[in-house]
């Protein structure tokens, strides 16, 4: 450490995010951009990133020592899964808790706009045309949720809640699982697929899972379902999910995530039948930034104290492994 009572945090931000001021004379914070991350992380005791979409991280890692403790402002590790921060002894750290009920909310609200054709309505209110027409329930529907980590269950209860009979798949199988049930194991997903009228992609991305929705994928799920990505971009093979799309069959998409962010705007996707666009926004709502340094901020005082961190990434898998609460209710 810099000295006996005050640790260094480096925050690696453009402008200094809010919610941090009770660290206050409880750390030495240094606000730092990519271009000066290589110079000041070998004298950090600890790394806040809270621009979660960088991709400076491999290459301004000390190659000897580095920071006890990196904290990453989003769900997704998958930027930080580079060997050298692996392999050390660093604790990472992740921001669960704060985007899991956003992002299952926007799952409803997308299943519910394909399913009650809102784009049409929009559109015609627009045109000022008067056009009746008949929508779907999405009531007793069969939704196939793909990650069985918190956002795929809090995806699970939340469209449980709108009717669906909702299977949920995450990467172990569990017959008495004290949220859900029933967990199907990624092997059972094939067989799945083919009774799903949608499939949702809420999966960590992982050696196992890239480009896991790809034309074999689409092309065991009946024709006209619909898919949600709001995992992370490579889990789909968006070349594939295009075709699927172009020739019905696929009955519609909503992706949230893509494999390259922005989307360029000659990307065919802005203009494929039936897919709707979103920004990498299911997440971000009007306390998101609050609600993710609130989560730092705890992490810190049980850092300092010597307690155990929430939220540590196991390094190996890439997520954190899920574990049943005590009480059955995830937070």
């Not at 580095?66 to 990472?92: E, K, Q």
């Not at 490579?234 to 519609?252: C, M, S, T």
């Amino acid at each position: 450490m810099t000295d006996s009572t005050t640790p260094r945090v480096l925050v690696l931000s453009g402008e200094p995010p809010p919610g941090l001021e009770p660290l206050d004379g409880r750390a030495e914070l240094r606000l730092v951009t990519e271009d000066r991350l290589a110079a000041e992380l070998p004298a950090a005791d600890a790394l806040l990133v809270w621009e979660f979409a960088t991709d400076a991280l491999p290459a301004a890692w000390p190659r000897a020592g580095g920071p006890r403790w990196v904290h990453t402002a989003s769900a997704g590790v998958d930027r930080l899964m580079f060997p050298a921060l692996v392999d050390s002894d660093t604790v990472l750290t992740n921001a669960r808790g704060v985007f899991e009920q956003p992002i299952a909310e926007y799952v409803a609200g997308q299943i519910l706009a394909l399913a009650k054709d809102f784009a049409g309505t929009y559109a015609r209110q627009r045109d000022h045309v008067w056009q009746h027409r008949v929508t779907e329930r999405v009531g007793g529907t069969r939704a196939v949720v793909v990650g069985g980590g918190p956002i795929g269950r809090a995806t699970a209860r939340t469209l449980g809640a709108l009717g669906l009979r909702v299977a949920l798949v995450g990467r172990t199988a569990r017959a008495d699982d004290p949220e859900v049930g029933r967990v199907h194991g990624f092997a059972e997903l094939d067989a799945l697929l083919p009774e799903a009228d949608w499939v949702v992609s809420a999966a960590p991305l992982t050696e196992q899972t890239r480009d896991m929705f790809d034309a074999r994928a689409f092309g065991l799920m009946k024709r006209g379902a619909r898919f949600l990505n709001v995992g992370r971009g490579p889990l789909v093979v968006e070349a594939d999910l295009l075709e699927a799309l172009r020739a019905g069959q696929l009955g519609g998409a909503a992706l949230d995530v893509f494999r390259e962010e922005p989307l360029p705007a000659d990307s065919p996707l802005w203009d494929a039948p039936g897919l709707l666009v979103s920004p990498h926004m299911a997440a971000d709502t009007t306390t998101w930034l609050d609600d993710l340094a609130a989560v730092f901020v705890d992490n810190f005082g049980r850092w300092r104290a010597g307690r155990p961190l929430r939220n540590v990434v196991d390094k190996k898998l890439g997520y954190i492994p899920y574990a049943a609460p005590a009480d059955g209710v995830s937070r």
